[in-house]
């Protein structure tokens, strides 16, 4: 609906003349208080009209129209000052209460599932981050059991000490720096004197707690950067990286008297001790073979002493 600045109808659409139920003919001209009830002309003339002339709009009004034949029709009025063909007029915008309630109640129920969807979204994310710390605790257990199984995989279960396995990729490691670096390296093979002995009379706990001290006072006795291990029964090797033969035979030797000194279950204990250092194109099983055989003769002549194989290559 639209009127001119005197608020005389000037056009009206077929819809709102069946609202009103009443004749284009009959409105156009009329002043629109003629389609209001009394009290919604105080209202438009007292409010509504000198917003309109003071801002040329005005918005979300409520009114009454009068319904010919029927009970008043509240409606929501938006009106705006607009020109056309160079006139000025006021373009009235009508919207039916009960159409606005029912919009106004979609968009209530609207804005209450954006809400639930934000609400579930926020639980989900708190989900997915306490899941994601779990998967990161879970990562980092799985991390430490793997450390630990590996660790385990190296580690000798009696003594603590590295295994044999530990030992043979230790030697690679060692003869490949060997190789590229001319450090001559040592190995000491040594096996403890008659352990059949301490078993039978003492029994087999005895000579485990045996080979348990041995690793102790050995380890104590030797350099942070040898590498003792387990790599049989009673037998055990020491790798002592940058050594030269006649050092890694006093090392043995002080092993040898450390062991001969130390107090066990059973009493005394000695051991036999073999050395050999690393030459050039040496396999693992080359210099093992050179201290074993070298530990043999220690055992050949008597036990409890150190045979070095002599060499000429790291001296
Ligand atoms: N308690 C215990 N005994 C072991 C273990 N591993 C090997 N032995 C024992 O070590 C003994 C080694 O005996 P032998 O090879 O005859 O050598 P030995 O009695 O030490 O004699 P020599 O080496 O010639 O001085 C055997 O009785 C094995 O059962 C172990 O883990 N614990």
Request: charged share 25%; net charge neutral; glycine share 4%.
């Amino acid at each position: 609906m639209a009127t001119n600045l005197e608020n005389k109808i000037t056009a009206i659409n077929a819809t709102l003349c069946q609202w009103l139920a009443v004749d284009e003919d009959q409105i156009l001209g009329q002043h629109i208080k003629a389609l209001l009830t009394k009290p919604s002309q105080i209202l438009f003339l007292g409010n509504i009209l000198p917003t309109l002339q003071q801002n040329q709009k005005t918005e979300e009004n409520y009114l009454q129209f009068k319904v010919q034949g029927a009970q008043p029709q509240p409606f929501m009025v938006n009106v705006k000052q607009i020109e056309h063909d160079g006139r000025m007029y006021f373009s009235y915008a009508l919207m039916k209460m009960d159409r606005r309630y029912l919009i106004e109640e979609q968009l209530i129920k609207e804005r209450k599932r954006a809400e639930e969807i934000s609400r579930e979204k926020e639980r989900l994310n708190c989900e997915l981050q306490s899941a994601q710390q779990q998967l990161i605790v879970k990562q980092d257990e799985l991390l430490r059991l793997n450390k630990t199984l590996q660790l385990l995989t190296v580690t000798d279960s009696l003594t603590g000490l590295p295994n044999r396995r530990a030992y043979d990729q230790e030697i690679e490691r060692k003869l490949a720096y060997f190789k590229r670096h001319q450090r001559c390296f040592c190995l000491i093979i040594f096996d403890i004197d008659r352990f059949k002995h301490v078993n039978d009379t003492f029994g087999h706990d005895s000579g485990d707690s045996v080979l348990k001290q041995i690793a102790k006072v050995l380890q104590v006795t030797i350099r942070e950067i040898d590498v003792l291990a387990r790599i049989g029964g009673e037998e055990f090797a020491i790798i002592l990286p940058n050594t030269g033969l006649q050092t890694a035979a006093e090392v043995a030797e002080r092993c040898r008297s450390s062991i001969h000194h130390a107090t066990f279950v059973c009493g005394q204990v000695t051991a036999s001790f073999g050395v050999a250092d690393s030459h050039k194109n040496d396999s693992k099983e080359d210099i093992y073979r050179r201290a074993d055989e070298s530990l043999y003769q220690a055992k050949q002549q008597g036990r409890n002493q150190v045979v070095m194989t002599s060499t000429v290559e790291c001296q």
